[in-house]
């Protein structure tokens, strides 16, 4: 099974709430990714853990703030996010560092 | 760091037809992947390919790794594949990071 599961599928908040983004494998992954992609662009990094720990956070403002409270699971926590946030946030999972990359179908944010 | 670079940008084909879609990456990589990005976003992986040939159906990549470009083929195309195809290369030194390239959108008319 190559699968990451993403949740929600679709997002609408304002710029005062505060939100969560879920993705899930039960691949035995040891790495699991965020991504961000605008309309019309390729996916940019955000972040990555390895064994449940940050090891990658590409400058990303802190209204951003991941969690990886298990080898299963990663979180997106969101607050006070701008409308420039608005975009496709996709997960992925590794077996490790330079391994395939498997994504998730992705959860599509809009900030009003 | 690394830089990707994809071509065409656009395609437009007939059903049946053929194509070749072509990746440059400006240093050696330990990840090289091709992905097929749906309608709805969905990133679908097509090949995990940093060295070699590899094919699977209508569909066979070929990367030329101390060459620095890697070639995904389409046969016999079909409107289902249409989309956008993104290559994107894992460095030697940070190979978790995936470098996207800007992407080939691909139109297949009936």
């Known amino acids: 099974d190559t699968e990451v599961t993403q949740t929600p599928k679709h997002l609408v908040m304002g710029m005062t709430n505060k939100k969560s983004l879920k993705c899930e494998q039960h691949m035995g992954h040891r790495a699991m990714y965020w991504y961000k992609q605008k309309a019309k662009k390729p996916p940019e990094l955000m972040f990555v853990?390895?064994?449940?720990?940050?090891?990658i956070n590409e400058s990303v403002p802190s209204r951003f703030s991941p969690e990886c409270p298990n080898s299963s699971l990663l979180n997106l926590h969101l607050h006070a996010l701008q409308p420039e946030d608005s975009a496709l946030y996709l997960c992925?999972?590794?077996?490790?560092?330079?391994?395939?990359?498997?994504f998730g179908p992705g959860t599509r944010l809009t900030v009003l | 760091g690394i830089q990707v670079e994809q071509s065409p940008p656009d395609l437009i084909l007939q059903e049946g037809a053929n194509s070749t879609l072509r990746c440059n990456f400006s240093d050696s990589v330990n990840n090289l992947q091709w992905f097929h990005q749906n309608p709805w976003g969905q990133l679908i992986n097509l090949f995990y390919?940093?060295?070699g040939t590899k094919q699977n159906g209508r569909l066979s990549a070929t990367t030329v790794a101390t060459e620095r470009y890697s070639l995904l083929y389409i046969s016999s195309s079909q409107t289902t594949d249409s989309g956008v195809y993104f290559c994107?290369?894992?460095?030697?030194?940070?190979?978790?990071?995936?470098?996207f390239g800007s992407g080939t959108r691909l139109l297949v008319r009936p």
């Open positions: 390919i940093p060295s």
């Open positions: 994107a290369v894992g460095g030697m030194d940070s190979s978790y990071k995936l470098i």
């Open positions: 853990y390895s064994y449940e720990k940050l090891s």
């Open positions: 992925a999972s590794s077996v490790w560092r330079e391994e395939e990359q498997f």
